[in-house]
């Protein structure tokens, strides 16, 4: 957790709770003033409202000064989305703050944007989504979505033809999976340790905060991509 107090704001809350890598961040404008990560099995639901408190009180910003409150909306896990959600419109309508939502795959992409503007190459975010499938959209260097959101097979020839004339940078934690097809080609980067994280969203939620790019509070669903299926209990008791 870093500590920067100049700042004065607007001030912009984000969590990010798709993936297990559970994070809260905040932002004055686009610069990332402090962060807090955390990875535990099933517990942004325990943890999520209680790390947010520690960072504003460590960086000495009360909730009422924020400006905006943004989630990740996806994809992603479908309990980790609906803690998020939940979280960041009770926030909303408590303090009377607009909601923003950013995909979960231009979070991770952001991450790598100077990168890719340095190499003119391609981005393909990706998250996993088990099995040899994973989520995936395509970015520009000046990150611009080039594809739709899509869960993917991945295959021998996948990206075959984006890589024959492009340099491209597959980040995320569905990369690891895809790592033994995708390596084949000298134009694949691969960095599969890049996550998830609300710290990567500051660039993307302060072009929508000026714009006035703001959720519909009481109708706003995160992109589950897919639909939820439930699992029968082991225990027959249960």
């Known amino acids: ?16 709770t798709a993936t297990p890598l559970g994070s809260v961040a905040l932002f004055s404008k686009d610069a990332l003033l402090g962060q807090i990560e955390y990875r535990r099995a099933k517990s942004h639901a325990r943890l999520l409202t209680t790390m947010i408190q520690a960072l504003l009180e460590d960086l000495e910003v009360e909730m009422k000064s924020l400006a905006a409150i943004a989630v990740a909306d996806g994809p992603g896990s479908y309990t980790g989305l609906r803690v998020g959600t939940s979280t960041a419109k009770g926030l909303c309508m408590a303090l009377d703050k607009p909601l923003m939502a950013l995909p979960s795959l231009e979070g991770i992409a952001w991450k790598v944007q100077g990168l890719a503007h340095q190499l003119d190459a391609k981005i393909i975010s990706m998250l996993d989504a088990r099995r040899m499938e994973v989520y995936c959209q395509q970015y520009d260097a000046q990150m611009h979505a080039e594809t739709e959101i899509e869960a993917k097979i991945i295959e021998d020839e996948a990206f075959a033809d984006l890589l024959a004339d492009h340099k491209v940078i597959f980040v995320g934690d569905g990369v690891a999976k895809c790592s033994e097809i995708l390596s084949a080609s000298p134009n694949a980067i691969l960095l599969p340790e890049e996550l998830s994280s609300a710290a990567n969203m500051g660039p993307a939620l302060w072009r929508r905060f000026q714009a006035k790019d703001f959720a519909d509070l009481v109708g706003f669903e995160p992109y589950y991509l897919k639909a939820f299926r439930a699992t029968k209990a082991k225990n027959p008791l249960l």
């Open 1 to 16: 957790m870093a500590k920067t107090i100049e700042h004065t704001g607007p001030f912009i809350l984000a969590m990010d």
